[in-house]
């Protein structure tokens, strides 16, 4: 069951690239859908970011970036960035993803100090 009250902090996070314009990061469905799309799995593109690979940063700043610029793509994100500001642009991302992803279980299967059943009410009922 979802609790809106335990959503997460939605303070939006923003970057300044290299053309002075400050954009809003924002992870939605979308933004995962598309880096699904182009890596297959979350855990790998993020298990390819921590490890610095250059086209998974740049592909996640992408999706962040395109929900609120659609016409924008990976190239022209690509094109953007100079490379020596990308630990600046790993820390804007690591803050800013955890941000818009779910709360761990443990804190969404609680509403107001109960425990939730984590068991889908669907599947008793054919029991």
Known sequence: MSNLASVKDRKPIFITLSDGIERKIQFTLNSMASLEDAYGDIDE????????????????????????????????????????????????????????MP????ETDKIEGAEVDAIDPNLAAQE
């Open 45 to 100: 593109i993020m298990g390819a970011m921590n490890k610095g690979k250059i086209k998974a940063i740049r592909a996640m700043l992408w999706a962040g970036l395109a929900n609120n610029e659609e016409q924008l793509t990976e190239l022209q994100v690509g094109a953007l960035i100079d490379i020596r500001d990308m630990p600046d642009i790993m820390a804007t991302l690591n803050d800013a993803m955890p941000k818009d």
């Open 103 to 106: 709360a761990p279980a443990e």
